[in-house]
Structures are given as structure tokens and as C-alpha cells.
């Protein structure tokens, strides 16, 4: 229902806006035509994104997501002391964090609700301090393949759609830190 | 600096491919399978495409976007980040497919070497669709108080976002 209100809203707005602005003949022509830009835009992005989603395949198969995993290991005990101890939410999260890593989220959603699940039967119906920490790692983006919008760089025409992967990394990096700390502070000030 | 962007594909795919090999995957079935289900994630994401780059393009058309930047201008300019990506910000925490949509919309009308467009397509790769994710995993683990979370998470976005723009600036 929010998507509808959404819509609905975006397409009201762009009459209105474009009736008081006078490009009422835009607005037309572009309500005929953006749906045709649509398809054309993903026809242009499949050949790339279903090759990139053919190399992470390669790495899944691979053992990447379990090297990954035991690497992660140490960092995430410190992330979630609740269940530093606890092997099956450890295990869980643990591969859910590599499979966002290695953008299998496919793999990663199943893996991270299971996780949440586990975390929530020690106090439920209330978000404990390491579910929030949990919830807020998993609404930032660690991806380090951003493959979909490097295949809607190049169906844009881009030659070097992956160049962006260096500014990627840091921008993550520093939207996650942001995302623990706020957690952590957040945490002292908040009521239980 | 540039050739190795250039390179930074090639030389992924063979470094990915060689560890394969290594790890006695079969690599070329690998792809094919992986391939094969990114068709999926494109069948999954044209219908939501089409209805949503209607809605953009029909705001591009009328100037709307335009003078929500420039409202919008003083405050970003501030803060360094190009005031042509605010729908973008807007909508990403909210919709992925919406943001999709948007990102396409500036991707193609400022260009995917423009400040603006690399800015857009970091922000994208740089953050999630917050409350998506936030609905959906306290859904499935039945929480009702959601204490500090969302505020959290949306401080992990805003720092995205500014992120995203610093690292365009130093990078390119």
C-alpha cells in the first residue's frame, strides 16, 4: 500500500507541477514514453548484471563465503557480546554478513531473518541491543560488487562502469561505522 | 590511476575465475548458472520498472525535480553533495526499485561520468533500502518495540549519502 501512495503521489505531482509550470505536453510525453525506456533500460543492463551475477556464483561455489565467514568471526563476537557464545546466532550471522559481502542476497535474507529470529527469543517482542546493531549492519550496503548499478552505469552508456568500486568501498565503509556508532551511543540513551 | 579502473573488471574476473579453477569449481557452469538467475532478478525488476520510470520521467518532464533541487541547493551545496541527486535520497531508503528508477532517470539525463552521476551511482551502492529491510527482518523476528533502530539505521544513510559525494570529489 505504501508503494501505491507513492505512485500515485509522484504522478500527481508531475501533473500539477507541470500544468502550473506550463510543460503539460512533456508530462504527456513522457507518461507515453517511460515505459518504453523501462524495458529498453533493462534489456541494455541484463547482458552485464547476469554476468556479474555469474562471477559471484564462481565465488559462492568457491568457499569464499566460508573463508569470509571464519574471518568475520572475531570482529562479530565484538559487534554482538550477547551471543558471542551462542554458536547456531554466530554461525547464522556470520554467514549472513559475507553473504551481503559477496551480494548473494538471495542467500543473505533467508540467512540474516533465521539470525534475527534466533536473536529475538531472548527478549521477545522487544528489539534487544545486539538485534538493533544486527538490523542496522544488514539496512547498510556492504556489497563489494555493487553489480546492479554498474550494469545501469553501463546500459547509460558507460565504458567503465566499475570505477566507482573505490569510492563504493569508502562511502560503505564510513555509512556502516556511522550505523554502529549511532547504535552503540544510542544504546546507553535509550530505554529498554 | 585510469587504467587501472580500466583494468579493475578484467582483471576481477580472471582473479575470480582463477580462484575457482582452484578450488576445482566448475567454473563455466558457475556463470552459466549464476547467469541464469540474474534473468530472474530482471523479470523480477521490469514490472516495477516500467510503472515507477513512467512516474520519474512524467517528474523529470514537469520540473518538479528541478525545483526541489534548487530549493534544496543552499542546504546540499553546504554539504557538498550535488543537489540534482535529492529524489534519490529521497526514495532510497524507502523503495529499491523506486530508487532504481530515479538513479536510471539521472544516470541518463546528467550521464554516467558526471559528477552528478557517479555521486547518484555510489549513493546506490553505498546504501540499502532501510526500512524495507527494517520491516522485514523485526517482521519475522515479531518485535513490536523497535527502540533505536530505525534512527540508527537512517544515520548510516545520511553518512552514506555525504559519503558517497566526499568520495566522488577524491576519487575523480
Same mark, same amino acid.
Given at each position: 500500500?505504501?508503494?501505491?501512495?507513492?505512485?500515485?503521489?509522484?504522478?500527481?505531482?508531475?501533473?500539477?507541477?507541470?500544468?502550473?509550470?506550463?510543460?503539460?505536453?512533456?508530462?504527456?510525453? $513522457? $507518461?507515453?514514453?517511460?515505459?518504453?525506456?523501462?524495458?529498453?533500460?533493462?534489456?541494455?543492463?541484463?547482458?552485464? =548484471?547476469?554476468?556479474? %551475477?555469474?562471477?559471484?556464483?564462481?565465488?559462492?561455489?568457491?568457499?569464499?563465503?566460508?573463508?569470509?565467514?571464519? =574471518?568475520?568471526?572475531?570482529?562479530?563476537?565484538?559487534?554482538? #557480546?550477547? @551471543?558471542?557464545?551462542?554458536?547456531?546466532?554466530?554461525?547464522?550471522?556470520?554467514?549472513?554478513?559475507?553473504?551481503?559481502?559477496?551480494?548473494?542476497?538471495?542467500?543473505?535474507? #533467508?540467512?540474516?531473518?533465521?539470525?534475527?529470529?534466533?536473536?529475538?527469543?531472548?527478549? #521477545?517482542?522487544?528489539?534487544? *541491543?545486539?538485534?538493533?546493531?544486527?538490523?542496522?549492519?544488514?539496512?547498510?550496503?556492504?556489497?563489494?560488487? #555493487?553489480?546492479t548499478v554498474a550494469s545501469l552505469r553501463s546500459a547509460a552508456g558507460c565504458a567503465t562502469p566499475f570505477d566507482i568500486l573505490p569510492a563504493t568501498w569508502l562511502a560503505s565503509t564510513l555509512s556502516i561505522l556511522a550505523g554502529v556508532a549511532a547504535a552503540k551511543i544510542l544504546a546507553r540513551l535509550w530505554p529498554r | 590511476m585510469g587504467l587501472l579502473f580500466d583494468l579493475l573488471m578484467?582483471?576481477?574476473?580472471?582473479? !575470480?575465475?582463477?580462484?575457482?579453477?582452484?578450488?576445482?569449481?566448475? /567454473?563455466? *557452469?558457475?556463470? !552459466?548458472?549464476?547467469?541464469?538467475?540474474?534473468?530472474? /532478478?530482471?523479470?523480477?525488476? /521490469?514490472?516495477? =520498472?516500467?510503472?515507477?520510470?513512467?512516474?520519474?520521467?512524467?517528474?523529470?518532464?514537469?520540473? @518538479?525535480?528541478?525545483?526541489?533541487?534548487?530549493?534544496?541547493?543552499?542546504?546540499?551545496?553546504?554539504?557538498?553533495?550535488?543537489?540534482?541527486?535529492? $529524489?534519490?535520497?529521497?526514495?532510497?531508503?524507502?523503495?529499491?526499485?523506486?530508487?532504481?528508477?530515479?538513479?536510471?532517470? !539521472? =544516470?541518463?539525463?546528467?550521464?554516467?561520468?558526471? &559528477?552528478?552521476?557517479?555521486?547518484?551511482?555510489?549513493? %546506490?551502492?553505498?546504501?540499502?533500502? &532501510?526500512?524495507?529491510t527494517i520491516a522485514v527482518y523485526f517482521g519475522a523476528a515479531q518485535i513490536k518495540k523497535t527502540r533505536y533502530a530505525i534512527p540508527a539505521a537512517l544515520c548510516a544513510d545520511l553518512v552514506g549519502f555525504l559519503a558517497a559525494a566526499f568520495a566522488v570529489r577524491l576519487f575523480f
Open positions: 500500500m505504501a508503494m501505491s501512495g507513492l505512485w500515485v503521489g509522484m504522478i500527481l505531482v508531475a501533473l500539477l507541477c507541470g500544468l502550473c509550470t506550463g510543460r503539460g505536453d512533456a508530462v504527456a510525453a $513522457a $507518461a507515453v514514453t517511460g515505459a518504453a525506456d523501462a524495458v529498453e533500460l533493462c534489456l541494455s543492463m541484463a547482458g552485464i =548484471l547476469c554476468l556479474w %551475477m555469474g562471477v559471484m556464483e564462481v565465488m559462492g561455489r568457491s568457499g569464499l563465503s566460508e573463508k569470509l565467514s571464519r =574471518l568475520l568471526r572475531p570482529l562479530l563476537r565484538r559487534l554482538f #557480546p550477547d @551471543f558471542a557464545e551462542d554458536q547456531a546466532v554466530m554461525n547464522t550471522v556470520s554467514a549472513n554478513v559475507s553473504a551481503n559481502l559477496l551480494g548473494l542476497g538471495n542467500a543473505a535474507t #533467508p540467512l540474516g531473518l533465521e539470525a534475527s529470529r534466533l536473536m529475538a527469543r531472548k527478549s #521477545p517482542g522487544v528489539a534487544s *541491543d545486539s538485534l538493533c546493531m544486527f538490523v542496522v549492519c544488514n539496512t547498510a550496503s556492504i556489497q563489494l560488487i #555493487p553489480t | 578484467p582483471l576481477m574476473l580472471a582473479g !575470480i575465475a582463477l580462484y575457482g579453477m582452484v578450488r576445482r569449481v566448475d /567454473v563455466y *557452469d558457475a556463470v !552459466i548458472h549464476g547467469a541464469g538467475d540474474g534473468l530472474g /532478478v530482471l523479470y523480477r525488476i /521490469v514490472p516495477p =520498472l516500467i510503472a515507477l520510470l513512467t512516474a520519474v520521467s512524467m517528474l523529470r518532464a514537469s520540473g @518538479f525535480l528541478e525545483l526541489c533541487a534548487q530549493a534544496l541547493a543552499p542546504v546540499l551545496d553546504a554539504l557538498g553533495i550535488p543537489p540534482e541527486t535529492v $529524489a534519490l535520497m529521497l526514495v532510497r531508503p524507502v523503495s529499491g526499485s523506486a530508487a532504481l528508477g530515479v538513479g536510471a532517470d !539521472i =544516470l541518463s539525463t546528467y550521464g554516467p561520468d558526471s &559528477t552528478v552521476g557517479r555521486t547518484a551511482a555510489v549513493m %546506490m551502492g553505498s546504501t540499502e533500502t &532501510t526500512f524495507y
